[in-house]
């Protein structure tokens, strides 16, 4: 087995075995140590993972730099040529969403619900930033929120057929869509939304979704809903 | 017919014990709330060999095998019927955050480095005693499988010893309502520049027990209250001028209650009590501070005092309008209790004490070391973990300056112990 070396800091009065001409407690150059005995233990050490680190957070930093560029190049064209119209704007909030998109992506805590749910709440907003610049219509709350509270009920289901073992753990999730349903009236109250049947279609399908899971789950998914609201 | 009926039983789960309610709301990135415990063999360790050990074992241990769900009121786990978490050679920082849909869904993470396997589990599951307990059978398995002569003489199976107990032990022996016997008044507070990208810096000091008890007994003190005095006086003196009495040095010391209320459970069981340090003149000499530490644990590690500290944790859960309270709006109250209560420690120092292997294993093994992550406002912690007559101690820090760990390991040297350094390299990048 190879030697492996042994310093010492005379200052510290320790022994070190990272093989590295400093101490690490009060930076003094160490000395070598050639008598063994006072070594009780030598560990595995560590990997190196610094240079790995590092080459990832240049990597975003790229990324931040090129959508920042891109926002100021279109900000100032867009100033300088028809100053009336926020399209720059569009290149901005796209910029953002992509950022933040591609953080959450490979963010490996970043659950796969989470990742979902942020893809769909940037889009939506990127909808809502898009009828704004073109004089808000209306639109994205009109179409774009239910449209979304659809797409979040068929990714229920689709989940519960991907993830099949867990099938119920996505019942709150139901539940989430018909609260989220129902604030849609509220927009509809405000008159913020003017198709207020695709509030109601909304609401159908999230309760039709919801009442079909505790129907043909059982009693599996029962207890889940039993232990969701345990207290 | 028997896996069907094994298909169609339903799935297990139980409710969080009172400690593990606050791990998964301050648990994040930047607080991961996650231990680790390594144990070192004499051997090379082989990840597929790891990989066939741990789901062996993992079967056996249904408190491993479990996942964090989020209800409406409160967190709770449930049976994790997915295949054991992937084993992989040690690439990233220890103590990184587990999160709940990664590695199969599991709240533990199994990896390797060289001869070291380390464990590292989300505090929801268990405490440091029955992590230990897994590490061990994991070990044993994985012994097992790269020596048939040793599979040939112990046999199969779990070892004798091995708790599996889930029992809420908090919950068996909560008695009464009590009152806060907390300290909540702010501690000083290690602070400084942060080690580049989220690293975390490791640093472990080992030494001779026989040494080490040598010295405690000559301050008529035990090896804890000796170390835990010694981290006070290393803060005193890294930091001297900005410690104020009202700002005391507060080291957390997290006291296993299984021997004081006769449990094995494997779930989370143990408090927290405080040596506290206020400084009233500009010089102490290590013997004072060693000796008012010695007092201040003593006069709290009682099983009376104990008891009083966890029915005080317990009574507030058992509030019934609280019980009533949605998980979101209990997570900002729980938070805000947090982080109140943990600025008002310095630091945490965990014992996890003497680590016994079976003796048909023992020739195998060459030591064992334990560490935990940052929290809020504590920045240096400390874990101490023996393994023969090797005491391993194991500094982590997210900090640059080293001037706590450096009076700390010299205090131990200028008594007269051989003290060997090692550190995972980020003091040098």
Redesign the interface.
């Known amino acids: 087995m190879e030697e492996q070396t042994q310093k010492e800091c005379v200052k510290?009065?320790?022994?070190?075995?990272?093989g590295?001409d400093?101490c690490?407690?009060?930076r003094g150059v160490a000395k070598n140590c050639p008598d063994r005995g006072?070594?009780?233990?030598?560990?595995?050490?560590?990997?190196?993972?610094?240079a790995k680190?590092?080459a990832q957070?240049v990597v975003r930093r790229i990324i931040l730099f090129l959508v920042l560029a891109a926002d100021i190049i279109c900000g100032v064209v867009n100033f300088q040529v028809n100053p009336r119209s926020h399209w720059s704007f569009l290149v901005f909030g796209a910029g953002a969403a992509v950022f933040h998109l591609y953080s959450l992506y490979v963010n490996?805590?970043?659950?796969?619900?989470a990742r979902i749910n942020w893809t769909i709440v940037d889009v939506l907003l990127f909808c809502v930033l898009c009828d704004w610049v073109m004089g808000f219509q209306g639109w994205s709350t009109s179409f774009a929120l239910p449209s979304a509270i659809f797409c979040c009920n068929v990714i229920v289901l689709l989940l519960m057929i991907v993830n099949r073992?867990y099938w119920y753990?996505y019942m709150?999730y139901e539940i989430a869509n018909i609260i989220l349903s129902g604030l849609l009236f509220v927009l509809v109250g405000f008159g913020l939304m003017k198709q207020p049947i695709l509030a109601e279609s909304a609401l159908i399908i999230s309760v039709l979704v919801f009442l079909g899971t505790v129907l043909i789950g059982g009693?599996?998914a029962r207890?889940e809903l039993e232990?969701?609201?345990?207290? | 017919m028997a896996g069907k009926r094994r298909r169609h039983r339903a799935r297990s789960w139980e409710k969080l014990d009172n400690t593990a309610n606050v791990f998964p709301v301050i648990a994040g990135e930047e607080m991961s709330n996650t231990y680790r415990i390594a144990a070192e063999l004499k051997e090379e360790i082989s990840g597929t060999l790891l990989q066939e050990a741990l789901a062996n074992t993992l079967p056996h241990f249904p408190g491993f095998k479990q996942r964090l769900r989020r209800g409406v009121f409160w967190y709770y786990l449930e049976e994790n019927v997915k295949p054991a978490p992937k084993v992989r050679k040690e690439h990233n920082y220890p103590c990184r955050y587990i999160h709940e849909s990664r590695s199969n869904s599991y709240l533990f993470r199994v990896c390797y480095f060289g001869c070291r396997i380390n464990l590292e589990v989300f505090h929801v599951l268990a405490d440091g005693s029955g992590g230990v307990g897994f590490l061990k059978e994991l070990c044993y398995e994985y012994l097992r499988l790269s020596h048939s002569d040793l599979r040939e003489k112990v046999g199969d199976g779990l070892s004798a010893g091995t708790s599996l107990d889930r029992e809420d032990s908090f919950l068996r022996n909560y008695r009464k309502p009590s009152k806060s016997v907390y300290k909540s008044t702010p501690a000083f507070l290690i602070k400084g520049e942060k080690l580049p990208g989220q690293s975390f810096g490791i640093m472990h000091g080992r030494i001779s027990v026989q040494q080490i008890k040598e010295v405690a007994k000559r301050y008529g003190i035990s090896i804890n209250e000796y170390l835990v005095a010694d981290f006070i006086y290393a803060t005193w003196k890294a930091y001297r001028g900005k410690i104020r009495k009202n700002r005391p040095i507060r080291v957390a010391v997290p006291v296993n209650l299984r021997p004081y209320f006769d449990s094995m459970t494997t779930k989370n069981f143990f408090v927290m009590v405080s040596a506290e340090f206020a400084p009233e003149r500009e010089d102490y000499t290590f013997e004072e501070i060693a000796q008012l530490t010695a007092e201040s644990l003593r006069s709290q590690i009682t099983k009376e005092n104990l008891e009083a500290i966890f029915s005080y944790n317990v009574s507030n859960e058992q509030v019934f309008v609280a019980k009533l309270v949605p998980l979101p709006l209990k997570n900002a109250a729980i938070r805000l209790v947090y982080m109140k209560k943990a600025l008002a420690n310095t630091t945490t120092v965990t014992n996890m004490g003497r680590i016994d292997v079976a003796e048909e294993y023992k020739p195998y093994f060459a030591g064992f070391h334990c560490y935990l992550t940052f929290s809020a406002g504590q920045y240096i912690k400390v874990g101490l973990m023996s393994f023969e007559d090797i005491l391993t101690i194991s500094i982590s820090s997210a900090l640059v300056d080293t001037s706590v760990q450096k009076h700390f390991f010299r205090r131990i040297a200028k008594d007269g112990v051989d003290v060997s350094i090692e550190t995972n390299g980020v003091w040098y990048v």
Do not use: N
């Open positions: 510290c009065g320790v022994i070190l075995l990272d590295e400093v690490p407690l009060c006072r070594v009780i233990y030598r560990g595995q050490g560590y990997p190196e993972l610094w680190i590092r957070r490996q805590f970043c659950g796969y619900l073992r753990s709150l009693a599996d207890k232990r969701r609201f345990h207290i």
